[in-house]
T-cell receptor, first 114, second 120 residues
Framework: DTAVSQTPKYLVTQMGNDKSIKCEQNLGHDTMYWYKQDSKKFLKIMFSYNNKELIINETVPNRFSPKSPDKAHLNLHINSLELGDSAVYFC?????????????FGPGTRLLVL | AQKITQTQPGMFVQEKEAVTLDCTYDTSDPSYGLFWYKQPSSGEMIFLIYQGSYDQQNATEGRYSLNFQKARKSANLVISASQLGDSAMYFCAMREGLKAGGTSYGKLTFGQGTILTVHP
């Protein structure tokens, strides 16, 4: 009955590799997000999709490419991984049209680039 | 400029006592929402409480209440009757008004977080 799920939970990889993180929500929400939490625990928005359309792209390097095949899924593909990409990546979802909508977060994916 | 400021890097409280975690925000948007999330050591982000800028009353959810002072732009979280399981990092976040075609469309801006430790 997980509301927002992410896979994998842990990802350890070498610099230069390409990797993907998958996110799925079963809440029927129309908007999904990717956030990055750095080593100092600071959380920052990366992308947001509303009804499969990109609506927020916060100056993220173009090595990061989100893809939303449908409203319930938002995947994140990262090319040519760098050491600085090591972080926890959170997926979230909300129903945007409702005033006061709450964003529900997935469990996070801990990425370590060696 | 910081939009959300949490000035307390760490707080300590005795079990069963109340604790207030501070949060101030900065926005010129008349429509915004304020959120508190809890992040335990296991890492997940747990939604606690929400306050809308137009809400007349302070939000409450069980042991959590939000002390919303609009003129001072503060949204402090009050946890009553602290429990050992409340030990975690707490984040204040703001969602500014929805702007069609604008970049603040629903995104949350987070503060730096406050680590709360509950002592037995």
């Amino acid at each position: 009955d997980t509301a927002v799920s992410q896979t994998p939970k842990y990802l350890v990889t070498q610099m230069g590799n390409d990797k993907s993180i998958k996110c799925e929500q079963n809440l029927g929400h129309d908007t999904m997000y990717w956030y990055k939490q750095d080593s100092k625990k600071f959380l920052k928005i990366m992308f947001s999709y509303n009804n499969k359309e990109l609506i927020i792209n916060e100056t993220v390097p173009n090595r990061f490419s989100p893809k939303s095949p449908d409203k319930a899924h938002l995947n994140l593909h990262i090319n040519s991984l760098e050491l600085g990409d090591s972080a926890v990546y959170f997926c979230a979802s909300s129903q945007l049209v409702v005033r006061g909508e709450t964003q529900y977060f997935g469990p996070g994916t801990r990425l370590l680039v060696l | 400029a910081q939009k959300i400021t949490q000035t307390q890097p760490g707080m300590f409280v005795q079990e069963k006592e109340a604790v207030t975690l501070d949060c101030t925000y900065d926005t010129s948007d008349p429509s915004y929402g304020l959120f508190w999330y809890k992040q335990p050591s296991s890492g997940e982000m747990i939604f606690l409480i929400y306050q809308g800028s137009y809400d007349q009353q302070n939000a409450t959810e069980g042991r959590y209440s939000l002390n919303f002072q609009k003129a001072r732009k503060s949204a402090n979280l009050v946890i009553s009757a602290s429990q050992l399981g409340d030990s975690a990092m707490y984040f204040c976040a703001m969602r500014e008004g929805l702007k069609a075609g604008g970049t603040s469309y629903g995104k949350l801006t987070f503060g730096q977080g406050t680590i709360l430790t509950v002592h037995p």
